[in-house]
């Protein structure tokens, strides 16, 4: 029994060993590594006119926007308002009175 411990000390010692070593010589390999220079480019800074206007081909998404839908039963008859109009945030304006009278006059 005792035979047998001394055999598994002797190669789990051996193992720590082998690592150690393995660790020791990578670390010293390591020792002298100096990172490579960084790459830097610069430009030279002039002075250019600005052009206010930049012409270009995309496509905009809405932050805010709204969608329309109707809540009372019928046709739509006509659209009292342009697509794009603008309309400021909390005044209803010239689309309440249409909204009014329309859910007024259906029964």
Not at 46 to 60: R, Y
Not at 89 to 98: A, L
Request: glycine share 10%.
């Amino acid at each position: 029994m005792i035979f047998m411990l001394m055999l598994v000390a002797l190669i789990v010692g051996s193992i720590a060993y082998y690592k150690y070593k393995v660790i020791s010589g990578k670390i010293a390999a390591y020792a002298h590594f100096k990172l490579p220079p960084t790459a830097v480019t610069s430009l030279v800074a002039k002075t250019t006119t600005w052009q206010p206007i930049l012409s270009c081909v995309g496509s905009l998404k809405a932050v805010n926007g709204v969608e329309v839908s109707t809540d009372l039963a019928g046709v739509v008859s006509q659209i009292a308002f342009e697509s794009g109009a603008s309309v400021k945030k909390g005044d209803p304006g010239r689309f309440r009175h249409c909204f009014n009278r329309r859910a007024g006059s259906v029964g």
